[in-house]
């Protein structure tokens, strides 16, 4: 019985495609399905973080491989497609990770105050910046599932997971485009698995709480004394589990959306937070 229980999360053999696999969230995804026997494909638009990925999950004795791709160049994206059909045949798994936000796209402060104007005012964010975050984390996600899934439909089997955020459950202060963009991603992750539901291919995503990433550590630390910074002890202070995630935090969850252990689970955004989504005070 636990044999067959275990065999359900098995995922050996099949070929996965993570977009943004040289990032530290998934990377250390990238890492995960290399271990368990998946022939990883990892694509960045740096091929240097790429080809690092690659490397540490070939020396761990998996299989991978490297590419440059901006996601949102269909070209490039077809391409990608295209040389790992060649190789490995068309990819299974697909993980859209690519995301991040811009300065530009966010205000200064939490409120609009009119006694105290803010250093940048939700009139004062630059729609070119808005619309690069919202092109990078939704226009980025559709592209390259378009682009995808089409060998997943093809062969009637396939698990999509897409990154969704906090931020797409009710808006983080500040990051207004980020958190547009992010329920955008919730949205579509739901429309798609309606779409795609007599295809047999099932589309999630996961809305990571706050985690220690490089990007948000800036916003998050003070760099002189190490210290968390008043937004930081705001995280902690509504994370139930009183820390920030590390990026082993989202294997499990990943694991059980990209296998055949949730295979009648599809449309569902699932929080990865230490409860911060459930705390209200």
Not at 45 to 67: K, N, P, Q, V, Y
Not at 68 to 86: M, Q, S
């Amino acid at each position: 019985m636990k044999d067959a229980i275990l065999k359900r999360f098995d995922l050996e053999g099949r070929v996965a495609a993570i977009i943004g696999g040289g990032g530290a969230l998934c990377g250390a995804m990238a890492d995960a399905l290399g271990q368990m026997g998946v022939k990883v494909a990892v694509l960045d638009i740096s091929l240097d973080a790429a080809e690092t990925r690659a490397r540490a999950i070939t020396a761990a004795g998996g299989t991978a491989w490297a590419f440059k791709c901006n996601v949102l160049d269909a070209d490039e994206l077809r391409g990608c497609y295209e040389a790992i059909g060649a190789f490995w045949g068309a990819p299974d798994l697909l993980i859209n990770g690519a995301g991040g936000n811009d300065p530009k796209g966010s205000t200064s402060e939490s409120f609009h105050e009119l006694e105290t104007p803010a250093a940048q005012s939700f009139f004062d964010l630059d729609p070119a910046a808005f619309r690069h975050v919202f092109d990078l984390n939704f226009m980025g996600t559709f592209l390259a599932t378009q682009v995808f899934s089409r060998g997943m439909v093809a062969a009637g089997r396939g698990s999509i997971v897409n990154m969704s955020s906090m931020s797409a459950f009710m808006p983080l202060t500040k990051v207004a485009a980020y958190s547009a963009a992010k329920a955008a991603v919730s949205n579509f992750t739901q429309w798609l698995a309606v779409h795609f539901a007599h295809a047999g291919v099932r589309v999630n995503a996961l809305a990571p709480g706050f985690f220690m990433t490089e990007q948000l550590r800036f916003l998050h630390i003070d760099p002189k004394t190490g210290e968390y910074l008043p937004r930081a002890r705001q995280v902690i202070a509504h994370t139930p589990m009183g820390r920030y995630g590390v990026a082993d935090d989202l294997i499990g969850a990943l694991v059980w959306l990209l296998s055949d252990a949730s295979g009648f689970v599809t449309g569902v955004v699932v929080p990865v937070d230490g409860g911060f989504s459930s705390f209200a005070i």
